[in-house]
């Protein structure tokens, strides 16, 4: 029976009976009926219920280090949103490109690129989407490119680091890749896959781009020192947040994980901005800061993980990880380009994070056919690259998607799933083919 499994219901085979709960939880999350973080939880009890394993064991699946840098990323933004320095970084990307829209398009994708190495994709858009709403309107032109591309820009410069996607962090996490190695294997084919990005998106929307010389002009005469709301927060957010990623750069040498890193710099801030303020606001902020937390997300985790090391524990993972290593005869490059396709296509109508929770586990369990973890490097390259870029391949492959789509459909720019994946599945494999040749030319 092996560790930590309690008697399973009726003596059933502990493996078909969490593959079956596994199965039944993706069904409903990927159906949309219900809100995921419930099924998750409902999933995760479910296992334990059963008999697939005990309480100590399902604790053992939950990734804290995950949870802890995604909520101390969380409560960073938050408190710095408050100031006005995004909303100012996209004013000056506007006039920067003179207010023309084609240069708009390019230049907000490449600040979304960038500000999603460096933080995660749904705060990036949370804070770059309603700025380029207000620049659309002001110009006059239609913001659906705008909104499309940014989607793009955020799962691509997301790719880039550990911090910047869900999938990133769990892999980071649970392999124990730090910061810089992320930094020196994804960031250089992140760079291609963009470049490759502006031109397609030029081409399809941004040559046929106009706005009236008055609208560009009051775009030109927007104050994006306006923006600024709370100038001592500007410099006390910008400070922590500065120390924030040199720590993160540092974390081996430090013998720091990413959680404890992002924890303790969001309790700094939130010392700081408490400090500034006398007892009622002081309060009123606080509240707010832990109420910006994306609470739905970190509870999906939570049940997702114990699902996961439901399936573990049942041996389903492991099965699948030797039946791959077969398939591919026992080929390094093969099932590198396996990973990376499946990954990418699966990514597209499977929401990432669970499909890279389940890809996890079943990878590690393929080392000892390939002579050792140390040996399977390139294949956690292959599965962050499959998972973060195929999640651009439709509406619902990532959760910037539909956080996006979300605040356009209330902004009167509806999202339909098809038109978006018209043009987004096409644009999704080329990311992916650019990838496929970076992986050979590199590892094989």
């Known amino acids: ?46 296992m334990i219920i059963v008999g697939v394993m005990d309480q100590a064991e399902a604790l053992k699946g939950v990734d804290w280090n995950t949870l802890g840098l995604l909520t101390g990323m969380m409560i960073l933004v938050s408190i710095s949103r408050r100031s006005g320095m995004f909303q ?71 790719t880039a680091t550990l911090i910047g996607d869900p999938p990133n962090i769990m892999i980071g996490s649970q392999v124990g890749l ?49 923006s600024i ?7 006390q957010s910008l400070a922590v947040l500065t120390i924030v990623m040199i720590a993160f750069v ?15 710099g969001a309790a700094v801030l939130m010392l700081l901005d408490n400090w500034s303020h006398h007892s009622e606001k002081a309060a009123h902020n606080i509240h707010q800061t832990f109420s910006d937390v994306e609470w739905i997300t970190i509870f999906f985790f939570i049940g997702l993980f114990i699902v996961v090391h439901g399936v573990e524990v049942g041996g389903l993972l492991a099965l699948l990880g030797n039946k791959l290593v077969e398939a591919t005869g026992g080929n390094m490059a093969l099932t590198g380009y396996a990973i990376l396709w499946v990954s990418a296509v699966l990514s597209a109508f499977v929401d990432n994070i669970p499909f890279v929770a ?7 369990a393929m080392a000892p056919a390939f002579g050792g973890p140390d040996n399977i490097q390139p294949l956690w390259w292959c599965l962050s690259l499959g998972a973060c870029l195929g999640g651009n391949g439709t509406l619902i492959g990532a959760s910037a998607n ?7 459909d209330r902004n ?33």
């Open 1 to 46: 029976m092996g560790h930590g499994t309690s008697q399973v219901l009726f003596g059933l085979n502990p493996m078909w009976l969490s593959t079956g709960v596994l199965l039944i939880t993706y069904a409903v999350i990927i159906s949309e009926k219900i809100n995921r973080s419930i099924i998750a939880l409902l999933g995760a009890g479910l």
């Open 412 to 444: 009167g720019v509806p999202f339909r799933f098809v038109t978006f994946s018209l043009y987004a599945f096409p644009l999704m494999l080329m990311s992916v083919a650019i990838s496929h040749l970076y992986v050979w030319w590199r590892y094989f």
């Open 88 to 158: 100012y970084v996209a004013v000056r990307a506007a006039q920067l490109a003179r207010a023309h829209p084609a240069g708009i398009l390019l230049l907000l994708q490449v600040t979304t690129a960038v500000l999603s190495a460096l933080l995660d994709n749904v705060t990036t858009v949370l804070l770059i989407v309603p700025v380029t709403l207000a620049i659309t309107r002001q110009l006059g032109v239609t913001a659906y490119p705008f909104l499309f591309s940014e989607i793009f820009a955020s799962n691509i410069g997301g």
């Open 402 to 408: 539909l956080t996006v789509a979300g605040i356009g």
């Open 250 to 264: 540092l974390a081996r040498p430090l013998h720091l994980e990413p959680a404890t890193i992002a924890m303790l």
């Open 178 to 226: 730090s910061f810089n190695d992320f930094v020196v294997h994804l960031t250089p084919v992140v760079i291609i896959v963009m470049l490759f990005q502006l031109i397609a998106i030029h081409l399809i929307w941004g040559r046929q781009m106009r706005a009236s010389d008055e609208a560009e002009a009051q775009v030109m005469a927007m104050k994006a020192s306006d």
């Open 358 to 364: 389940t890809m996890i586990p079943l990878i590690k």
């Open 229 to 235: 709301e709370d100038w001592l927060l500007l410099k």
